[in-house]
């Protein structure tokens, strides 16, 4: 099946500065989706692409759809102390017959105040 | 508000014991999904449903099962058959193309 790979797995930021994190996969994606898991909690959707090269933010959150539509990226600006959680990418994947979201398997933010 | 309910957040489970996780939304999505995490392993999906009265295995559904008698509830029920159940389990639902809403999660522990 298609699988999405995410880097980096963890990382650790200093407060104040930026993040980057992205997905990858060998095959064509139609809508790649950005999710945040707070420590105990389900997962809340962040961001939502639907065109290739579409470029998405929400307050200090910023995704882009790959042109390629193979990849995706996230970017936090100015992390903060609550910025603390795993982030997924996911995706439904392309052609007939898809009945779930692939995800990857995250990246774990840790942010050092 | 529309959301999406788990129920017990945390719930302990004796050796050889059923135990029945609840799930129940009021989005009026068609689509629910169960989801097991455990640590570095990202999301795995145990069983989902598309419609009432029906419902298909996902990757790991071995030692659980599932019912979904009304569009609102999808429950779930880890059994004696599950050998190593310790771990976080999501409720979702919703269409794909706009991202599942995910309940937030009950924590399951073999004492």
């Known amino acids: 099946g298609q699988q999405l790979n995410q880097?980096?797995?963890?990382?650790?930021?200093?407060?104040?500065e930026d993040v980057s994190m992205n997905c990858t996969s060998s095959s064509i994606f139609n809508t790649w989706l950005w999710y945040k898991q707070d420590p105990g909690?389900?997962?809340v959707?962040?961001?939502a692409l639907y065109k290739a090269g579409e470029l998405t933010s929400n307050g200090r959150l910023t995704a882009q759809f790959g042109i390629t539509r193979k990849d995706s990226f996230l970017n936090?600006?100015?992390s903060i102390p609550?910025?603390?959680?795993?982030?997924?990418?996911?995706?439904?994947?392309?052609?007939?017959?898809?009945?779930?979201?692939?995800?990857?398997?995250?990246?774990?933010?840790?942010?050092?105040? | 508000d529309g959301g999406i309910t788990?129920?017990?957040?945390?719930?302990?489970?004796?050796?050889?014991?059923?135990?029945?996780?609840?799930c129940e939304q009021n989005l009026n999505h068609d689509a629910m999904y169960w989801y097991r995490q455990d640590p570095g392993q990202g999301l795995r999906?145990?069983?989902?449903?598309?419609?009432?009265?029906?419902?298909?295995?996902?990757d790991i559904a071995e030692g659980y099962s599932v019912s979904r008698e009304k569009k609102e509830s999808f429950?779930?029920?880890?059994?004696?058959?599950q050998k190593n159940p310790t771990a976080f389990y999501l409720c979702a639902s919703g269409p794909l193309r706009y991202g599942y809403t995910f309940g937030s999660g009950t924590r399951l522990t073999v004492v």
């Open chain 2, 75 to 81: 429950p779930l029920t880890v059994t004696s058959a």
């Open chain 1, 7 to 16: 880097s980096p797995q963890s990382m650790f930021i200093q407060e104040g």
């Open chain 1, 41 to 43: 909690e389900g997962p």
């Open chain 1, 82 to 113: 609550s910025d603390v959680g795993i982030y997924f990418c996911a995706g439904p994947p392309s052609g007939a017959g898809s009945y779930q979201l692939t995800f990857g398997k995250g990246t774990k933010l840790s942010v050092i105040p």
């Open chain 2, 6 to 22: 788990q129920s017990p957040k945390y719930l302990f489970r004796k050796e050889g014991q059923n135990v029945t996780l609840s």
């Open chain 2, 45 to 58: 999906l145990i069983y989902y449903s598309q419609i009432v009265n029906d419902f298909q295995k996902g």
């Open chain 1, 76 to 78: 936090i600006s100015a």
């Open chain 1, 45 to 47: 959707l962040l961001i």
